[in-house]
């Protein structure tokens, strides 16, 4: 078969980010094409099945106020919802869901498969096409040319993807998966800098080996909240995890084997995460623990399969079912599927534009694990910046971007195409400057305006949003138009200056001695709200003194970032940098002064400089123009 | 196109006439103006040759000694050219004339040293140390500005900021991975006994500060007393020339008479101040406002009294001197023997005032620990660190989340931060994958 077809985006990959990018791109109205080897295995969760957690349910926020997938997929195939943190403040809480693997894959299955504008094509991709310097399109393994504006390249671990175990090496992506050869040279022949990672999983356990009645069980949250702004409540029945833990014998084991451990025997060269080390690594850099804590996480409703959080190992076979039998409860279990570490080639995200762009390849995009990143949510959301502006860049737009003081998205992309990687990269809430503005809570408010803008929300989604803005809009001015003498407020009970200043329920709430409920008892009017929008209000007004700071330190971002530095700046004319700073300006090619800032290695003098040689600037270009 | 930075050139040494005068040259343009005005092809790095200097059509100005630096190890990180010339006005002006016309012009005030921090040759307290150590004109100043340059300041900012980023990493390792067994879920213990030390070191530096910041700004002392004490006549004995009128009519100071001196190496502005007494004179009553103001402003007060009058004590704070004057009026005097005695229209005395002054100031300086906080600068920038602080700690009293002391503590660590360079948000994750075992 050698037929033309004619796309506006073709999307490679039918992974997170690979499915976040095709529904944002035809949701665009853009004729996208999504291509991928296996249609199965669209929306597989090839690691731990969860989804969210902290920094992580941030993006997943994100990602559905923005109007994509995965929250209202995650909503669907949830089966232990909990808030984590929840004994801290609402800015820092993280939903997380334990995901029912195929629940998650069929949902998202339907999704792709009945969205509009979407063509899903199964066949591998061999190379990609380019005409006069820009991407034209793919051509399949099947010999099929599929032609397009954009292409993106979503492919996860499939670059030189190596799996240790022991002494077992197997080229693949995942298990049983083989790795895109052919795409793979395109990639390399475009001399983008490239690094290498790794990252591992744990062995499968088979439940039914499991003695659940001697451990310690985590159930979920009463109340299940969902991811998506759209959803009220999970029907999904809810399950709870197991914990265990490792102990002495079981070190002793690992112990007397980390020589035949691939990390441990220097097969191993790229660099692992320090969030989700090896049980070899703990045992190795923490001697003095004498457990670890295990997560026995059920794969599904109705899989007896079991993913045991926490020891990630490239052990060999026999050494994995040697120690995992030390472990309480597992003594007599049974392993499905054998831990191992996969080393894998990773594209310097500093090669890239904030549309995730291929800056040397025009119409090239990349998104997910392929850039170094690690984790559903951060591929999903860099899929859908990758997506949008593939079709952005289809009809002659700028990229749309996001910055570091309106969303999570925007601290990823930044962090990546600015600093770059030197481990799988995982989002964190420490990563967020603006943590207190950047809520899971208000991921609508802050970005689903821009989504309806840029043609990624939904009528339905759009016409919700619009409800709820008007609802906490009379709500806010309820709380401000409503007030009470201090008098008042003491006769009530609270304790508040006797200073004879009138003030507002808005002001009120800010003590942390009143709550919502005081409140609600003190002002009917408020009290007739809706839950949900009590609630947002409350968590604002708690935050309230902190948000205002962060609106002027978002301000001043911005003022950075509208100093823009022109693509064809030459760094060696800006007096005063060192060869160290010059090489990295040069390399990443900062779009902003701001962006110039968060560049490792920079020093104020440096950016002093670039400053004023910017400032300067434009009066020359005048001239060069007259 | 963009256009290479200019080339600068000054003269670095003191107005001529000098023995010697030495001119500097920085930037892209030097080796070109070596070759146009010195007719040398190039000059060995960083060895003394003799050269001679040439104006633009060839006249010999001056021979003289020419050392060249080629970056980007020199002083600002550019080529730099010294020239050590003759130091008369005519040879340092044509030198100067002709090496602009080769390509340079008149740097700005403080330019190289700008250069300098913007090549990342130093931070900036390093850079505000240069500026002190030229300016320095006592020797406690000098030996302030020396080690601020030698990085004390960095130094201690740093590691406030490290102890800064310790409570951080312990913070956000219970927020971030609240699902960890090894992740600390309470850390308010560990974390407010830091922050409680780092307060009582910031409001040490800032105590001390003051005194610091006195050493490179001047001490304040004021001269205070009755009218037609004689303050005046002790204020013009005491700097040695007549800056302030002297009659005797009482009242005749107004406002404050300010003069800057130094005193056993150390600067100070001394007031004379209105005499005080009840007046009805509108202009005297100012003046009498005023002096009580520069007397709560000072950093020591001598107290002046005409020996033939009693003194009252009451307003006298520890520490201020307590001088009688006029003591050629009095056959005998009685009085307390901190009272020094002198005549200020003779000179008796008068140097001893002086030794108990310098006596005082030493006193103040003596046991200094925190390094010098010298610039109103610093000084603010750690005391919003240090409210900062206060403020995460009264969050942790009120057991409010940890993101909020979080976002104090971050707040302060970025206030010492804009003292010396960034914050680096994944600083605080490496230690904190550096201290707990993450990996559930």
């Not at chain 2, 995460?392 to 503590?409: D, I």
Request: with cysteine; aromatic share 6%; charged share 25%.
């Amino acid at each position: 078969m050698s037929t033309a077809l004619d796309f506006d985006v073709i999307v490679v990959g039918g992974g997170h980010a690979g499915c976040e990018a095709a529904s944002a791109a035809a949701r665009m109205g853009a004729r996208t094409a999504l291509i991928t080897h296996k249609i199965e295995t669209i929306g597989e969760m090839s690691c731990n099945p969860a989804i969210g957690g902290l920094g992580k349910g941030h993006l997943v926020r994100e990602i559905d106020a923005l109007d994509g997938l995965m929250a209202r997929v995650a909503d669907q195939a949830g089966i232990q919802f909990r808030m984590l943190n929840r004994s801290k403040g609402p800015a820092v809480w993280g939903p997380r869901a334990q995901i029912d693997r195929k629940l998650y894959r069929e949902a998202m299955q339907k999704e792709i498969l009945n969205h509009d504008n979407l063509d899903v094509i199964a066949d591998g991709v061999e190379d990609v096409l380019v005409k006069n310097g820009i991407v034209a399109g793919v051509i399949g393994e099947s010999g099929s040319t599929y032609k397009s504006d954009a292409v993106v390249i979503t492919t996860g671990t499939f670059l030189k993807g190596i799996i240790h175990r022991g002494a077992e090496r197997i080229p693949a992506g995942r298990v049983g998966e083989k790795p895109a050869i052919g795409l793979a040279e395109r990639l390399y022949a475009l001399d983008l800098p490239i690094g290498r990672l790794k990252t591992g999983t744990p062995a499968r356990l088979n439940g039914n080996t499991i003695d659940w009645d001697r451990l310690e069980m985590q159930p979920a949250d009463d109340v299940p909240i969902p991811f998506s702004f759209a959803n009220s409540q999970i029907h999904v029945p809810q399950i709870a995890c197991g914990i265990t833990y490792t102990n002495p014998e079981a070190h002793a084991i690992i112990a007397e084997n980390i020589n035949q451990s691939a990390v441990y025997s220097g097969a191993i060269a790229g660099r692992g995460p320090r969030y989700c080390p090896s049980i070899e690594d703990k045992i190795h850099r923490f001697a003095d623990k004498t457990r670890h804590q295990i997560f026995l996480e059920p794969e599904g409703l109705e899989d007896d399969t079991v993913y045991p959080n926490g020891i990630s190992t490239s052990l060999p076979r026999d050494v994995q079912d040697a120690f995992v039998r030390k472990i309480e409860g597992l003594e007599n279990v049974e392993i499905l599927e054998y831990g191992y570490a996969i080393e894998y080639d990773y594209v310097d995200p500093r090669a890239l534009d904030f549309g995730l762009q291929v800056k040397v390849l025009p119409g090239l995009f990349l998104a997910g694990q392929i850039n170094g990143t690690t984790g559903y949510e951060e591929a999903g959301a860099q899929g859908l910046v990758a997506g949008l502006n593939a079709v952005r860049f289809t009809r002659g737009e700028d990229n749309a971007t996001f910055d570091r003081g309106e969303a999570y998205i925007g601290v990823l992309i930044d962090d990546l195409i600015t600093r770059g990687v030197t481990e799988p990269y995982r989002m964190f809430t420490s990563r967020a400057e603006y943590r207190l503005s950047l809520r899971s809570d208000n991921a609508d408010q802050r970005l689903t305006p821009r989504g309806i803008e840029l043609g990624l929300v939904g009528p339905g989604r759009a016409e919700m949003f619009h409800v709820k803005h008007s609802e906490l809009e009379t709500g806010r001015t309820l709380m401000q138009t409503a007030t009470l003498t201090p008098n008042e407020a003491q006769k009530r009970g609270w304790k508040v200056n006797q200073d004879g200043q009138r003030r507002s329920a808005w002001d009120y709430l800010a003590y942390p001695t009143i709550s919502m409920t005081d409140i609600e008892s003190a002002f009917p009017e408020i009290a007739a709200l809706s839950g949900s929008i009590k609630a947002q209000l409350e968590i604002e007004a708690m935050y309230a003194g902190y948000i205002e700071r962060q609106k002027e330190d978002v301000a001043a971002l911005r003022r950075e970032e509208a100093l823009k530095l022109p693509a064809d700046l030459d760094y060696a004319a800006v007096g005063g940098l060192t060869n160290e700073v010059r090489a990295k300006l040069e390399q990443i090619q900062p779009a902003t002064l701001g962006q110039a800032g968060r560049i490792e290695g920079m020093t104020p003098g440096a950016l002093t400089a670039l400053l004023a040689f910017v400032r300067r600037r434009p009066d020359r270009k005048r001239v060069a123009n007259d | 196109m963009a256009l290479r930075q200019d080339t600068i050139c000054a003269l670095a040494t003191g107005q001529p006439p000098a023995a010697i005068a030495t001119l500097r040259i920085s930037g892209p343009s030097t080796s070109q103006i070596i070759e146009k005005r010195l007719s040398i092809k190039s000059l060995t790095p960083r060895r003394a040759t003799l050269v001679d200097l040439r104006d633009a059509a060839g006249a010999l100005i001056d021979s003289g000694l020419a050392i060249y630096m080629p970056g980007p190890n020199s002083y600002t990180g550019e080529d730099t050219l010294e020239l050590s010339l003759h130091g008369g006005r005519m040879i340092t002006e044509l030198a100067l004339q002709s090496i602009m016309a080769a390509g340079a012009r008149l740097a700005d005030p403080g330019e190289f040293t700008r250069r300098a921090f913007e090549a990342g040759k130093m931070d900036l307290t390093r850079a505000e140390a240069v500026a002190d150590l030229i300016d320095a004109e006592s020797e406690a100043q000098l030996g302030q500005a020396l080690k601020q340059m030698d990085g004390a300041l960095e130094d201690l900012y740093s590691r406030w900021r490290g102890q800064l980023t310790d409570c951080l990493a312990l913070l956000e390792a219970s927020i971030d991975f609240p699902d960890e067994e090894d992740a600390p879920d309470r850390v308010d213990g560990p974390v407010s006994d830091r922050l409680e030390a780092l307060v009582a070191d910031l409001n040490h530096a800032l105590a001390e500060g003051n005194i610091t910041e006195r050493i490179r700004d001047g001490f304040k002392i004021a001269i205070l007393g009755k009218p037609n004490a004689g303050k005046s006549t002790l204020l013009n004995q005491l700097s040695k020339r007549d800056a302030a009128i002297v009659t005797d009519i009482p009242g005749t100071t107004r406002d404050i008479v300010e003069v800057r001196l130094v005193m056993g190496g150390y600067l100070v502005w001394l007031s004379d101040t209105a005499g005080l007494r009840e007046t009805t004179d509108r202009v005297e009553a100012e003046g009498v406002r005023r002096a009580e103001k520069a007397a709560a402003e000072s950093d020591l007060r001598i107290w002046l009294y005409d020996a033939r009058d009693s003194f009252d004590v009451a307003q006298v704070k520890p520490g201020d001197l307590i001088v009688a004057n006029k003591s050629d009026l009095v056959a005998r005097l009685d009085v307390s023997r901190e009272t020094m005695v002198i005549s200020a229209k003779d000179g008796e005395g008068v140097a001893q005032v002086e030794q108990a002054i310098v006596s005082r100031l030493k006193g103040m300086t003596q046991g200094l620990t925190a390094p010098m906080i010298t610039r109103a600068r610093h000084r603010q920038g750690i005391e919003r660190a240090r409210q900062h602080l206060d403020r995460a700690r009264e969050h942790m009293a009120q057991g409010a989340g940890a993101e909020f002391t979080a976002e104090e503590v971050r707040l302060a660590s970025r206030e010492l931060g804009t003292l010396t360079g960034h914050v680096d948000p994944e600083m605080v994750l490496g230690a904190v994958f550096s201290s707990f075992c993450i990996g559930k």
